[in-house]
Nanobody, 124 residues
Framework: QVQLVQSGGGLVQAGDSVTLSCAAS????????MGWFRQAPGKEREFVGA????????CYANSVKGRFAISRDNAKNTVYLEMKSLKPEDTGVYYC?????????????????WGQGTQVTVSS
């Protein structure tokens, strides 16, 4: 079992930057994959990026490559999603999720543990 608590987000303007945090606790995290997903109003949830807690494997959706970056603070058991050059289409509820994959995966249904979600609204 993994518990995830998110923070960050809010209302920003296009071109701004925002960093989301996801603090994890519970089972041993060394083999856990941490993923970020988002859901815009009226749309399905989509994969944003993921990282494997142990190792350097990180993967991103094409729509955010070069603008978003995932990092980890092992001492704090926290994963961050740094979002730069935000666009109105980045608006949505962002969720962090965890899974015992040990590899990058964008399949949301495979993640059993989810954070509470945090709203990011990008105005034009």
């Amino acid at each position: 079992q993994v518990q995830l608590v998110q923070s960050g987000g809010g209302l920003v303007q296009a071109g701004d930057s925002v960093t989301l945090s996801c603090a994890a606790s519970g089972r041993t995290l060394s083999t856990v994959t941490m993923g970020w997903f988002r859901q815009a109003p009226g749309k399905e949830r989509e994969f944003v990026g993921a990282t494997v807690w142990r190792g350097d494997a990180t993967c991103y959706a094409n729509s955010v490559k070069g603008r978003f970056a995932i990092s980890r603070d092992n001492a704090k058991n926290t994963v961050y999603l740094e979002m730069k050059s935000l666009k109105p289409e980045d608006t949505g509820v962002y969720y962090c999720a965890a899974a015992p994959f040990g590899r990058c995966s964008g399949l949301g249904n495979g993640y059993p543990w989810w954070g509470q979600g945090t709203q990011v609204t990008v105005s034009s």
